[in-house]
């Protein structure tokens, strides 16, 4: 049953990567790189979406108007964080589990 684990192990492994693959050859060619960069007002703008994730509960409870903050680009900037940090923690993920083996 080992040897068939292992075949499995394998197979998933090799399927990540070349899904992995696929989505950076999408985003290199598609141009969509450029709105996961992160910017400079980042940090300001992450706080802001924070404030308001945070206390947009506490808002509805009380039935208060909670607007939500105005952004001038595709992605929010924690949206951005997050996708920016995929294809990062996919290749240590790779890395990593190459490493094991």
């Not at 979406?49 to 900037?77: D, E, I, Q, S």
Request: charged fraction near 15%; charge should be positive.
């Amino acid at each position: 049953m080992l040897a068939l684990a292992l075949r499995l192990h394998w197979l998933c492994a090799y399927s990540f990567m070349l899904n992995g693959m696929v989505y950076l050859a999408g985003l290199v060619l598609g141009g969509g790189w450029r709105s996961f960069l992160p910017r400079r007002t980042d940090l300001f703008d992450a706080f802001k979406m924070l404030r308001y994730y945070l206390g947009l509960p506490f808002a509805k409870l009380v039935r208060l108007k909670w607007p939500h903050p105005r952004f001038n680009t595709k992605y929010n900037a924690l949206q951005r964080a997050a996708y920016f940090s995929i294809p990062v923690a996919g290749s240590l993920s790779v890395a990593t589990g190459w490493g094991d083996s």
